[in-house]
């Protein structure tokens, strides 16, 4: 064959100009979209020297607010974590009707703005909501309070655990759980000898990003929260609060622990894709597993 009918028709980018233009582009934006921002933070924030800076961050109402914000991602992410544990494993392991339906109702907090979240829980636990009258007799506040916040938050972040969760598992097929199974292992003994060494690094990598929301949302803990200085305030309320009463330096010395937040919640989110977590990221559960993560390891225990 003649050299013209090996040759490849040229691909797009392959240019060397065009894919200089392409990188710079993307470096300019990257540098004024999400670099910049963080700069600014942390200049405004010492603007005015670090006494400013530590008195911001150590008033009460600051503090309250980070302790609110900590108290609710402490029950937030445990539980959506054992949720997204058990969605996954029941729609990658076992067939039953409406399977196609929980995938679908899954999703919904990724389709639906968290304000409108916040409303409905107003509308189903306010005063003049669904279960309002009920829960104003036998003296249970939900809304204005720490359950509705974490009610919303775990809305909001339901899907986090379940989505990273649920490709895995499914690429994984259910060939070495029944193979446990078959050889005697319980339930328990499987999921924990089989079922979670493989997924732990996809685990990790949705607890991270889950508790990344839990601290930073803003929408529908608005709507639930009332706002209430000193009591229902997390911190992405806290710093509205500061900004709208002109302490500017106070909102950005605030803003500046969600930005440390963030950039922590980016490192462990690259190192944790190293690993082979996430949905894009390669799966070590799919390559040779280790004696400690296979059936025949319960058999060799259990013939002993």
Not at 36 to 55: D, K, T
Not at 230 to 251: C, F, R, S, V
């Amino acid at each position: 064959m003649s050299a013209s009918t090996d040759r490849k028709p040229p691909r797009i980018g392959e240019q060397p100009a065009f894919r200089r233009a392409l990188i710079a582009t993307v470096l300019v934006v990257t540098a004024f979209f999400i670099v910049a921002p963080l700069i600014v933070i942390g200049m405004e924030a010492f603007s005015q020297g670090w006494a400013v800076y530590a008195a911001a961050i150590s008033d009460a109402d600051t503090r309250h607010a980070i302790m609110l914000t900590v108290v609710t991602a402490l029950i937030a992410v445990p539980v959506n974590t054992a949720f997204g544990v058990a969605a996954a494993w029941a729609i990658t392991k076992f067939d039953f009707w409406g399977r196609r339906l929980l995938l679908v109702v899954i999703e919904i907090p990724f389709s639906i703005s968290p304000i409108v979240a916040g409303v409905a829980y107003l509308f189903v636990y306010g005063l003049q909501g669904l279960f309002g009258p009920l829960l104003q007799a036998h003296d249970i506040k939900i809304l204005f309070a720490l359950p509705g916040i974490v009610l919303a938050s775990m809305f909001v972040t339901a899907p986090f655990v379940a989505r990273e969760l649920i490709p895995l598992m499914q690429a994984q097929g259910r060939d070495l759980e029944e193979a446990a199974t078959s050889l005697g292992a319980s339930g328990w003994r499987t999921f924990f000898s089989v079922t979670l060494p493989n997924i732990r690094w996809a685990l990790l990598y949705g607890v991270v990003l889950c508790n990344a929301r839990v601290m930073g949302e803003f929408g529908a803990v608005s709507v639930v929260s009332g706002n209430i200085r000193g009591q229902t305030n997390t911190m992405p309320l806290h710093i509205e609060l500061l900004y709208h009463d002109y302490q500017t330096a106070g909102a950005f010395a605030v803003a500046s622990i969600l930005a440390v937040l963030a950039v922590v919640t980016l490192v462990a989110k690259v190192l944790l894709e190293r690993q082979g977590a996430g949905r894009g990221g390669r799966h070590p559960a799919l390559a040779t597993p280790q004696p400690a993560m296979t059936a025949p390891k319960l058999a060799t225990e259990k013939s002993t």
